[in-house]
């Protein structure tokens, strides 16, 4: 009843190859494009800006990066906070050094170098697999991070060691400094992310993602049908490091906008991100948005209720927030390893037949 | 007979001219010698077989040809010209596809993009085109769609398209893989025992589905077989190795009444 396929036939493979070959939802996908670019801004105020909307948004272009590398292409990672502290000092740098150049440009830049460091932390994935690839993305975490702590070049020689954003705008509104309005942040970092979901869907639904899909699921397989998985695995990582690096650079920038890099690109974001594409749902875009909609959300659900409904001290509340996530985590993981997206994909098979069982 | 004329074969389908030739290939792993100076050559159009005992090193040779192993002596020639040693996507790349043994599909994936994955050869796009899904990148991909649906209703699979391949019965996956390597448009394929643990019925498929590739496209093929029947009944000409030696080469009537070819299979008395 609520979840039609009966009847909605293709005629040319193109309409088949679409990104959602499905009519109703493709409807749903333009009524979810029309709320967030012209219901949401006109109805934002700060509070929902920074608690949800603005870390959702930036923590799915990270989840999709990273599940391009993990969930498509097989090649684990844990070094996500150390590229993104790459996007944003490279944002920073960019930032500083040629002020007059729009923001826009920057991050997108910010994503590239970020690319180019990927890529050289993910040679090691040619010789080794696993467990082992996940320990060398590691090291490039805890170097990296390392790296922008020491070396004062990275953060332009100031006293603290922090980077902060200067004030830039896009089409003469402020989009990072302290005087931004909640709405134009919003919408900022909407159409990155909304840009990169595209770009991930056409790359996985081409040629591009069925190497990388290849290269997971058999890679000797992959080799003796002509996937050369140098190109494979690299460009894995350049279009994993891109997206991260774009998160990276919009965290600082518009989020945040003064980072200490050890506390805000640490192992736990490395974590955070890697927790969100699994509870998500590896390989697939929409995990990537699910996964990181449930770890932002739950943390301020949890709150609103201990605090706000059942009147707990502010601290007893943030510790037992950690035991309730964690417990969650855990069960979810044995309940459907295959994440939300899998959740997701289940209760659509179910419609399709109800409310008449056969 | 050149092995350069072409000729006209009984049920008249056209043999060309060699398409690959082994020349004294020798495979040594350590001390073990698992293929020793086997020559042989495979020409344009036929169904050539290679069989032997277990252990025999059929499946090296394939694995040598397919560019896995690289031999310590002997030379592969392809297309008249010399191959240097080179990594078996080089090789996939050339236009030589290959089944195995026990069957390597990608499982998370479904037999649609399986048997796209084998059309890597003739979809060329790059990464950025193929990122905002205008111009070659799409009008490639549909293309390329219109001659796999060709190999899916060709192998009868078009009910299970949209099907996760980890989800099929083995028989299935037999053909999955078939129609991904057949998708590449080889001038060489190469299988590794495709009827392997299948039953008589599917044998008779499978057969099927061998003679009127070989029929309808033209596919020069090279296969390993245990099932003498089908082996004898499909193949223009049968190599047959025996602890890593050719001991017979020809059509299939004179490799049965070959004496060293009796011996290997039935056991000879030693006195």
Known sequence: MFYREAGDYKTSYSADNQTFPIRFDRYR???????????????????????????????????????ILVGYCGQVSLGTGGFMA????????????????????????????TAIVCVLFGLPSLRIKG??????TLAAQFFLVWLFNRVPWFYNYSASGQINAPERTVFGIEVTGPNTEAWAVYLFCLVFLVGSAIIARNLTRGMTGRKWMAIRDMDIAAEIIGVNPLTAKLSAFAVSGFFIGISGALFFSVYLGAVEVGEAFGINKSFLVLFMIIIGGLGSIFGSFAGAAFLVLLPV????????????PTDTAAHFEFLIVGALIIVFLIAEPHGLAQLWRVAKEKLRLWPFPH | MSTQESYVTEDGRTIGPTVMEMKNITLRFGGVKAITDISFDIREGEIRAIIGPNGAGKSSMLNVISGFYVPQEGEVWYK???????????????????????????????????????????MTSGVFAQAIW?????????????????????????????????RLPYGLKKRVELARALAAEPS????????????????????????????????????????????????????????????GDGTPDEVRNNQEVIDAYLGVAHD
Request: charged share 20%; with cysteine; glycine share 8%.
């Open chain 1, 29 to 67: 996908y333009y009524v979810v494009l029309f709320v967030s670019f012209l219901v949401i801004p006109f109805i934002i105020n700060d509070y929902w800006a920074s608690a949800i909307f603005l870390p959702f948004l930036i923590y799915a272009i990270a989840a999709i990066g990273l599940n």
């Open chain 1, 131 to 136: 467990f082992y690839l996940a320990v060398a």
């Open chain 1, 301 to 312: 659900f949890l709150k609103n209720v201990l605090v706000g409904s059942l009147g707990w």
């Open chain 2, 134 to 166: 205008k111009g070659k990148a799409e009008k490639e991909e549909v293309e390329n769609r219109e001659f796999v649906e060709k190999i899916i209703d060709f192998l009868e699979i078009q009910a299970i398209r949209k099907t996760p391949v980890g």
């Open chain 2, 188 to 247: 060489i394929l190469l299988l590794d025992e495709p009827m392997a643990g299948m039953n008589v019925e599917e044998k008779e498929d499978m057969s099927r589905f061998i003679l009127d590739m070989n029929d309808e496209f033209g596919t020069t093929i090279a296969l390993i077989e245990h099932d003498m029947g089908v082996v004898m009944d499909l193949s223009d000409r049968v190599v047959v190795m025996d602890y890593g030696k050719k001991i």
């Open chain 2, 80 to 122: 008249g010209k010399k191959r240097p040693p080179m990594r078996p996507y080089q090789v996939a790349q050339q236009g030589i596809a290959r089944t195995f043994q026990n069957i390597a599909l990608f499982e998370g994936m479904t037999v649609l993009d399986n048997v796209m994955t084998g059309r890597i050869r003739q």
């Open chain 1, 86 to 113: 790459v996007g944003a000092y490279a944002c920073y740098k960019l930032m500083t050094a040629f002020p007059e150049v729009n923001i826009f440009f920057h991050v997108l830049l910010a994503g590239g170098v």
